[in-house]
């Protein structure tokens, strides 16, 4: 028989093991994977409403003057306000933005990250009779164009200005904003937490407008701004709650392989529930959908880095809030 020291120390060994095998094995949250450039998109994924219309066509932004003052500008809009009994109470879907003004040329600028397709087409893959695997037609973008519609963000959002930089800051950050374009090609709506507390595991980060206008204060610091607000900044997070995820593959590692048929078609038939996404109000109702098939399954399969992951999901499950993130 084993004494309780030797079975103390097995027990640690043990721990040791397997953490070390955790560690190796898996880093959270999930890294969003940068590439090298953007691919073209796929012609099945049309437009309803086309990106970008009034941008410049190869995404050029205008150098600035070096000593030229350049003010900052925090914009948010809802995107729509919509209540549905209490099952996920408000909707405070809000739309998020940053705008520029130039002292010297008396122009102002607008840059926003978004969906090509649409909310719902990042959220929701077709599921095609002649295509295996699910499709996806969920890249996302930055826009700049001339112009900040003043009573678009003012009217029921926020229009402030946070700051001042130089026209050299703001050249060095256009730069920066070409780059990050390119490597980071795709969309991503939920954040994915092991339970709502303060101290929760993220599992997986999103990437959407207000992502990419954190990144961007972010990057001003970086560069010398001082950003300051009177108000809350806050923000819309969707939210997933689940036990710690499980590695599935890509479409090649899952549809490819006859020996997963299952998987492959419990994957479509997650996601065949889901209506086709033309409104808004569709992604509502998906999302509705959605909350009452996770409730009932307790599983939940999410498409990160172009790769599937199981979520075992546990309550409460889905949320939608608008919490605050304060300035860098
Ligand atoms: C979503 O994608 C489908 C397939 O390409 C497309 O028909 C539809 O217009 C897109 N929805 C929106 C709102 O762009
Ligand atoms: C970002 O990429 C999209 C898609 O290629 C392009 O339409 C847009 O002009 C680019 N924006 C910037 C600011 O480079
Ligand atoms: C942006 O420029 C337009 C046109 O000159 C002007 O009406 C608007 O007030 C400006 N907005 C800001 C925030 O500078
Ligand atoms: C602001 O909200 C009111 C009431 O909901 C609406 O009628 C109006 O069109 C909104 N304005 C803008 C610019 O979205
Ligand atoms: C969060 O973690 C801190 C430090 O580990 C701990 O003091 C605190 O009680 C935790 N809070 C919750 C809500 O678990
Ligand atoms: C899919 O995953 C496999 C490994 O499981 C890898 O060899 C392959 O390159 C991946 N395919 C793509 C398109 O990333
Ligand atoms: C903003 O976020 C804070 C904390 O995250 C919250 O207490 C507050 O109610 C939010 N404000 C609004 C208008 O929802």
Same mark, same amino acid.
Request: with cysteine.
């Given at each position: 028989?084993?004494?309780?020291?030797?079975?103390?120390?097995?027990?640690?060994?043990?721990?040791?093991?397997?953490?070390?095998?955790?560690?190796?094995?898996?880093?959270?949250?999930?890294?969003?994977?940068?590439?090298?450039?953007?691919?073209?998109?796929?012609?099945?994924?049309?437009?309803?409403?086309?990106?970008?219309?009034?941008?410049?066509?190869?995404?050029?932004?205008?150098?600035?003057?070096?000593?030229?003052?350049?003010?900052?500008?925090?914009?948010?809009?809802?995107?729509?306000?919509?209540?549905?009994?209490?099952?996920?109470?408000?909707?405070?879907?809000?739309?998020?933005?940053?705008?520029?003004?130039?002292?010297?040329?008396?122009?102002?600028?607008?840059?926003?990250?978004?969906?090509?397709?649409?909310?719902?087409?990042?959220?929701?893959?077709?599921?095609?009779?002649?295509?295996?695997?699910?499709?996806?037609?969920?890249?996302?973008?930055?826009?700049?164009?001339?112009?900040?519609?003043?009573?678009?963000?003012?009217?029921?959002?926020?229009?402030?200005?946070?700051?001042?930089?130089?026209?050299?800051?703001?050249?060095?950050?256009?730069?920066?904003?070409?780059?990050?374009?390119?490597?980071?090609?795709?969309?991503?709506?939920?954040?994915?937490?092991?339970?709502?507390?303060?101290?929760?595991?993220?599992?997986?980060?999103?990437?959407?407008?207000?992502?990419?206008?954190?990144?961007?204060?972010?990057?001003?610091?970086?560069?010398?701004?001082?950003?300051?607000?009177?108000?809350?900044?806050?923000?819309?997070?969707?939210?997933?709650?689940?036990?710690? !995820?499980?590695?599935?593959?890509? #479409?090649? &590692? +899952?549809?490819?392989?006859? =020996?997963? %048929?299952?998987?492959? *078609?419990?994957?479509?038939?997650?996601?065949?529930?889901?209506? !086709?996404?033309?409104?808004?109000? #569709?992604? &509502? +109702?998906?999302?509705?959908? =959605?909350? %009452?098939?996770?409730? *009932?399954?307790?599983?939940?399969?999410?498409?990160?880095?172009?790769?599937?992951?199981?979520?075992?999901?546990?309550?409460?499950?889905?949320?939608?809030?608008?919490?605050?993130?304060?300035?860098?």
């Amino acid at each position: 028989m084993m004494s309780r020291t030797e079975a103390f120390l097995w027990l640690n060994l043990l721990l040791v093991l397997h953490v070390g095998a955790q560690f190796r094995r898996q880093q959270w949250p999930v890294p969003y994977r940068r590439y090298d450039y953007r691919p073209d998109v796929d012609p099945y994924c049309k437009a309803l409403y086309p990106f970008c219309p009034t941008g410049d066509r190869d995404g050029q932004i205008p150098e600035m003057r070096e000593w030229d003052v350049i003010s900052v500008y925090r914009l948010q809009t809802p995107v729509w306000e919509f209540k549905y009994g209490d099952l996920l109470g408000k909707f405070h879907i809000m739309h998020d933005a940053i705008g520029f003004s130039s002292s010297e040329m008396g122009t102002n600028y607008t840059i926003e990250w978004y969906e090509l397709f649409q909310l719902g087409n990042c959220t929701f893959p077709h599921i095609r009779p002649d295509v295996y695997p699910p499709f996806w037609c969920n890249q996302g973008a930055a826009c700049f164009f001339e112009g900040i519609d003043d009573l678009h963000w003012s009217q029921n959002g926020t229009l402030e200005k946070i700051g001042e930089i130089s026209g050299g800051q703001f050249n060095y950050l256009s730069q920066w904003i070409q780059d990050d374009n390119e490597t980071g090609i795709y969309y991503e709506t939920w954040t994915v937490l092991s339970d709502p507390s303060p101290n929760a595991t993220v599992w997986f980060e999103s990437y959407d407008c207000s992502q990419f206008v954190h990144r961007t204060y972010k990057k001003l610091t970086e560069l010398g701004a001082e950003l300051s607000s009177r108000s809350q900044t806050n923000y819309t997070k969707i939210y997933l709650y689940s036990g710690e !995820p499980t590695y599935l593959g890509n #479409d090649s &590692a +899952i549809f490819g392989q006859p =020996a997963l %048929k299952n998987l492959a *078609m419990d994957i479509r038939n997650f996601y065949h529930t889901f209506r !086709p996404h033309q409104s808004i109000i #569709d992604f &509502a +109702i998906s999302l509705l959908e =959605a909350y %009452k098939k996770v409730t *009932m399954e307790k599983s939940f399969y999410l498409y990160y880095n172009f790769e599937y992951w199981h979520l075992p999901m546990k309550p409460p499950y889905v949320q939608i809030t608008y919490e605050e993130v304060p300035l860098p």
